[in-house]
């Protein structure tokens, strides 16, 4: 069968990623999750001294930007892959709230986003991809055939992700993680470079009220209906 492309986007914390490695795996599809990328790329400045305070070194990052290596390895415990900074697993590392906390304005950097879209576009030139993001449908792969945008109350969002760190040991309060979704949903939106935005030709799901099964079901049939068409 003829390979496609699949973008996902949407707002943070809504399950792009979840369906996106589901119905990966079971279409025998490459994925990738371009959001790890831009937590590696906060993780790297965090631990090269690019941050101080809130403050960003510019200058810094552009001359190491060619050096920060991102790759992903199938996880054979989780069945799912994990991200690679210049050779180290940082798979738990990038999905901290620090990292969080300080992702979007790495995000919103032009220089950033434009190696990241360079890096994401080879990836996917052979298409059989499933990427999940903020600016895939309307940035890294605009004539991709199926693009879903994801929404979900920001409410339900943070529960979800509360729910998520708390079953991995990891304690943040609602209040905090709920503030958080909202400043990045914020500063996703309203950047120069490609901010987050539905594509004009993407199917728009609001899986507020969606199990993961329910969800994962609908975006099987999108696939099968652009298949057969
Ligand atoms: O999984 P979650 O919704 O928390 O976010 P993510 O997909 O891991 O992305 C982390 C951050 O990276 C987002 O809040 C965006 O600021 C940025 N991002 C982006 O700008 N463009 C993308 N294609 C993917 C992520
Ligand atoms: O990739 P994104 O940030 O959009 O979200 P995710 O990491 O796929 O999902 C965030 C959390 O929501 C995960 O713990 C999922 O298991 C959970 N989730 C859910 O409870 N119900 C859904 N319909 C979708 C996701």
């Not at 993780?43 to 403050?55: A, K, M, Q, R, V």
């Not at 900074?85 to 995000?107: C, F």
Request: charged share 30%; hydrophobic share 35%.
């Amino acid at each position: 069968m003829k390979k496609i492309t699949i973008a996902i986007d949407g707002f943070s914390s809504c399950g792009k990623s979840t369906m996106a490695k589901d119905l990966a795996r079971e279409i025998g599809y490459i994925y990738i999750d371009s959001g790890a990328m831009y937590r590696a790329v906060t993780l790297y400045s965090i631990e090269n001294g690019i941050f101080t305070g809130n403050d960003i070194d510019t200058e810094k990052l552009k001359k190491q930007i060619k050096d920060i290596h991102i790759s992903f390895q199938l996880n054979p415990e989780t069945g799912r892959p994990d991200t690679y900074l210049n050779g180290a697993n940082v798979e738990k590392k990038i999905r901290t709230m620090e990292v969080s906390s300080r992702v979007s304005p790495i995000a919103a950097l032009d220089f950033v986003r434009e190696a990241m879209v360079a890096r994401q576009q080879a990836m996917g030139k052979a298409k059989g991809i499933v990427m999940d993001g903020r600016d895939i449908g309307t940035t890294v792969f605009p004539d991709a055939e199926l693009k879903i945008f994801v929404t979900a109350s920001p409410e339900i969002r943070a529960q979800r992700r509360y729910d998520e760190l708390k079953a991995k040991g990891e304690e943040a309060g609602f209040d905090e993680i709920l503030e958080n979704v909202r400043q990045r949903d914020y500063i996703d939106q309203n950047r120069e470079v490609s901010p987050l935005r539905k594509a004009d030709d993407a199917l728009l799901l609001d899986n507020s009220h969606m199990t993961i099964s329910q969800q994962k079901e609908w975006l099987a049939e999108q696939f099968d209906k652009v298949c057969k068409s």
